[in-house]
C-alpha cells in the first residue's frame, strides 16, 4: 500500500471517529469521578470501540450483504441513535453532587454508550471500515494495514481521553455542563447530515452545488 493511501485513510478514519470531539461526550459522562476511574473508562471504550470496527473490517461486509441490508440504511439507522442521544445532552439535567451516585452504578452502561458507540465507533466510522476494506476491492494485506491505521487513531484517541482530567480541572463542573450542550447540538447536526446524506445516496436524489 502506497504512502499516500495510508495519509489519506488515516485521515478518513481520523475525521470520522473524530478523538477530539469525543473528549466533550468523555467529560460529560464521568463528570464527578476520580481520575483512575476515568482512565479506566477511556481505556475501556477505546478498546471496545477497537473490537467493534476490527470486526466491521473484516466480517461487517459479509454480515450486511448476507442479511441484504444497504449501507445507507446502516447509516440512517445510526444516525437516529446518534440524533437521539444528542437530545439527552442537548435537554438533559446537569449532573450535581446528588446525582454523582447514579453515574457510578451506570457507568458499564457508559463504557458502552454513549462512548465506545456511538461517539468514537460511530455509524460513520464503521460504515468507513467496512467501504476502506472492500473485500471486492482489497487484498487481506491490504485489509490489515487498514485494521492497523484505525488502532493507531484509536490510541491517539486514548491518550485525548486520557488528557481529559487536566482539561476538567480548568473548565470545572460549570463549563463540563456548558460543553456537554454545545457538543449536543453539534452532533444532533451530524446526525441529521448523516440522515441525509444516506437518504440522498439511496434515491439518488440530485443535489444542487
Known amino acids: 500500500m502506497e504512502w499516500n493511501i495510508i495519509v489519506r485513510e488515516f485521515v478518513t478514519l481520523w475525521v470520522v471517529i473524530d478523538p477530539i470531539g469525543t473528549i466533550p461526550v468523555f467529560l460529560a459522562v464521568t463528570v464527578g469521578l476520580e481520575t483512575a476511574q476515568r482512565n479506566a473508562i477511556a481505556l475501556q471504550s477505546t478498546l471496545i470501540a477497537t473490537g467493534i470496527l476490527l470486526f466491521f473490517i473484516f466480517v461487517g461486509q459479509r454480515l450486511l450483504e448476507a442479511m ?87 490510541l491517539c484517541a486514548l491518550l485525548l481521553l486520557l488528557m481529559a482530567g487536566p482539561i476538567l480541572r480548568v473548565i470545572g463542573m460549570a463549563g463540563a455542563s456548558v460543553v456537554s450542550r454545545v457538543m449536543g447540538l453539534i452532533l444532533a447536526s451530524v446526525a441529521v447530515d448523516n440522515i441525509l446524506h444516506a437518504t440522498v445516496t439511496f434515491f439518488g436524489i440530485p443535489v444542487p452545488p
Open 68 to 154: 441484504a441490508i444497504h449501507l445507507e440504511a446502516f447509516q440512517i439507522a445510526g444516525g437516529l441513535v446518534l440524533f437521539i442521544f444528542a437530545m439527552t445532552m442537548i435537554f438533559g439535567e446537569s449532573k450535581p453532587e446528588q446525582e454523582t451516585q447514579e453515574v457510578h452504578g451506570d457507568m458499564h452502561h457508559k463504557v458502552v454508550f454513549p462512548l465506545a458507540v456511538p461517539s468514537l465507533a460511530s455509524p460513520g466510522a464503521m460504515l468507513s471500515a467496512v467501504m476502506l476494506t472492500d473485500n471486492h476491492r482489497y487484498a487481506l494485506t491490504e485489509q490489515t494495514i487498514t485494521a492497523g491505521i484505525m488502532a493507531l487513531v484509536m
